[in-house]
Nanobody
Framework: QVQLVESGGGLVQAGGSLRLSCAAS????????MGWFRQAPGKEREFVAI????????YYRDSVAGRFTISRDNAKNTVYLQMNSLKPEDTAVYYC?????????????????WGQGTQVTVSS
């Protein structure tokens, strides 16, 4: 059974950086697409960045492109989200997600497996 465990959230000032990690287990991830999503209070869950495990192709939402970088470490079965130049509007619970497929889909409903989430708070 696929399990995803996030870590690395916290409180940071605007302009600062954080790196989120997602340790994955229980699956053959070479056939998976992994994603980072976020959900702020009162808002719908939205995609942040996604990566095809095999080949490493990535896709970002416009508001984080150039500031965030998604990557994966095959040996550690871990996906990362490096977040730089953080803004107060990046404040949310961040979730790691996975689905068995190779299309870079951004719809949360397409993802079958989710982590528990990690809080990121950016103060102004």
């Amino acid at each position: 059974q696929v399990q995803l465990v996030e870590s690395g959230g916290g409180l940071v000032q605007a302009g600062g950086s954080l790196r989120l990690s997602c340790a994955a287990s229980g699956g053959t991830f070479s056939t998976y697409t992994m994603g980072w999503f976020r959900q702020a209070p009162g808002k719908e869950r939205e995609f942040v960045a996604i990566i095809r495990w095999s080949g490493g192709r990535t896709y970002y939402r416009d508001s984080v492109a150039g500031r965030f970088t998604i990557s994966r470490d095959n040996a550690k079965n871990t996906v990362y989200l490096q977040m730089n130049s953080l803004k107060p509007e990046d404040t949310a619970v961040y979730y790691c997600a996975a689905y068995s497929g190779l299309i870079l889909v951004v719809t949360p409903q397409r993802y079958d497996h989710w982590g528990q989430g990690t809080q990121v708070t950016v103060s102004s």
